[in-house]
């Protein structure tokens, strides 16, 4: 999840004031007011869906990082300035080895290239939703392109995939992690491919959802490495996808994350029963998760909890155990160094969740720094609480000059 504006701030404690527009006609009993001014006030951050978006049909088979098109974007505003993008349509691959459209953009430093190229660093993007409408690239603000600037002005190239599914046409399988890796992976490609200038040198930062999927490219690296793959940067990760959901099935305000896990998990498991899932009161919003993005989900999704959002023994059913089991994250060795880090007043994936996430990496073997930052949040609310990836910026930004720059990685593992 990345959200920054203070209207959206409510979202994640349980009274959420924002999401993506759908038209008034799909809005059933559920969506009351503060849905409807969710919707409103996201509807003015949102850009068109055009028909870049539409993959050819049926999809020509193609190599993973294929480009598909590009197209020059000067239509997103970060701190009220234009930023220069491309858009990117490409080849990736599902969960199960299907080739898939998936889009992202692509930003890049002003001026010419240093000699190498630019640096690449890979945005895997926070929780926005599952359904199409939901991509980074569709917003004006590039979900967090304030933050994205950040590494423009260091120099480097930031390649920023929506993951299949968002944008492009098809399912997004959420917190999938052989899907998530491949999105991730491939759209690195396919931007090399199809703009100039860029270094074979890549990193990866993500946050939440996007910890995850850089979690997931990191145990990729170990068993098929990439070339050029440097490390991850992984903030306030959804790794151990079990235990996520027994703390987000409790908390206050946090059921529109467990919805979109069961609605990810059908995507990938078409013949999961969600209905052993979800309760009655949750199974009868998930029409939402199709139609609109994470603040509007957990607006109608908010005041649900325990037995109204998970119905009793729903994580010990066989396929959805299995699925949780084989797409959690953190205790498989993986390549290359990590920067773990962790914001201690997380309410979303709190401390105590990472905490386990760096032990099981250490015990695994894995090249870990893992530090943790006093009075940080999930993500940024102005005026309420500073999140991991701007309080700890700074650490990011020396960190990832340090791969590029070719130093030993630190470790926090004994």
């Known amino acids: 999840m990345k959200i920054r504006r203070p209207a959206l701030a409510a979202a994640v404690l349980g009274t959420a004031l924002l999401a993506t527009a759908v038209p008034a006609a799909a809005a059933p009993a559920f969506c009351d007011r503060a849905c409807q001014e969710a919707r409103e006030m996201e509807a003015r951050n949102a850009l068109p869906r055009t028909a870049f978006y539409d993959a050819p049909e ?24 234009p930023l220069a993008a491309t858009r990117i349509l490409y080849h990736s691959r599902t ?44 917003m004006r603000d590039i979900y967090h392109g304030d933050q994205m600037s950040r590494f423009v002005e260091r120099g480097w190239a930031v390649v920023a995939p929506d993951y299949a599914g968002l944008g492009a046409t098809g399912r997004h399988e959420f917190l999938n992690r052989r899907a998530a890796a491949n999105d991730v992976i491939n759209a690195m490609r396919s931007a090399h491919a199809a703009i100039p200038g860029m270094s074979s040198r890549w990193v990866v930062w993500g946050h939440s959802q996007g910890g995850h999927a850089a ?10 490495a990439e070339p050029g793959y440097l490390g991850s940067v992984v903030t306030s990760p959804g790794a151990d996808l079990r235990a996520a959901i027994q703390h987000m099935s409790t908390a206050p305000g946090l059921g529109g994350f467990v919805a979109l896990v069961a609605a990810g998990a059908k995507a990938s498991e ?34 649900l909890s325990d037995d109204r959002l998970v119905k009793p023994g729903a994580l010990r059913e066989r396929r959805f155990a299995r699925h949780l089991a084989t797409n959690s994250v953190g205790h498989r060795p993986v390549g290359g160094p990590v920067l773990l880090l962790q914001g201690e007043a997380d309410v979303v994936l709190p401390r105590r969740l990472t905490d386990r996430l760096a032990a099981d990496m250490c015990a695994a073997g894995s090249h870990v720094d893992y530090r943790t930052y006093p009075g940080l949040g999930h993500d940024t609310y102005p005026g309420q609480v500073v999140g991991i990836d701007d309080g700890a910026m700074p650490d990011i930004l020396t960190w990832t000059a340090g791969r590029f720059a070719g130093k030993p990685a630190p470790s926090s593992c004994s």
């Open 215 to 224: 979690l997931a490219v990191a145990e990729r690296q170990r068993v098929r």
């Open 270 to 303: 078409p013949g999961l029963p969600i209905g052993r899932l979800l309760a009655a009161p949750a199974l009868a919003r998930l029409s939402f998760t199709r139609t609109d993005c994470l603040p509007v989900v957990s607006t109608v999704y908010g005041g």
């Open 95 to 138: 969960s199960r080895g299907r080739d898939v459209a998936a889009s992202g953009v692509v930003l890049v430093p002003p001026g010419t290239p240093p000699k190498g190229g630019w640096p690449v660093v890979v945005d895997a993007h926070g929780t926005s939703g599952v359904g199409r409408n939901c991509a980074p690239s569709l």
């Open 58 to 81: 049926p999809l020509p088979h193609r190599p993973a990082g294929t480009p598909i098109r590009t197209e020059p974007a000067d239509d997103y505003v970060v701190d009220g300035r």
